[in-house]
Nanobody, 124 residues
């Protein structure tokens, strides 16, 4: 099991930017790291995933061109740079991990390890 701790959430106006960080307890190349979000009254949805070994990524259509995931092996960190934020991006953002061997999937039900979440609020 991998321990994950998110940080960096906050409140921002539409069009603004935020950078989320996820500290990972150990780095495993066969893992995929993902960012997910959940708005009030809605199901948790995948935002983006990245392969720890290959750095290949898969983004949800709703965030393509606005969000960028990155990872730092040495620091055991995963980042989510969010630009051009919209009110519909509001929600609790979670970092998650799974053993994936490079197979990218945005379905949260496939991820067993989760952080506690960080709140992102975008006002219009």
């Amino acid at each position: 099991e991998v321990q994950l701790v998110e940080s960096g959430g906050g409140s921002v106006q539409a069009g603004g930017s935020l950078r989320l960080s996820c500290a990972v307890s150990e780095w495993i190349e066969s893992y995929c790291m993902g960012w997910f979000r959940q708005a009030p009254g809605k199901e948790r949805e995948g935002v983006v995933v990245i392969s720890s070994g290959t750095a290949r990524t898969k983004y949800a259509d709703s965030v393509k061109g606005r969000f960028t995931i990155s990872q730092d092996y040495g620091e055991k960190m995963v980042y989510l740079q969010m630009n051009s934020l919209k009110p519909e991006d509001t929600g609790t953002y979670y970092c998650a991990a799974r053993r994936c061997y490079g197979y990218l999937i945005l379905d949260p039900s496939f991820f067993p390890d989760w952080g506690q979440g960080t709140q992102v609020t975008v006002s219009s």
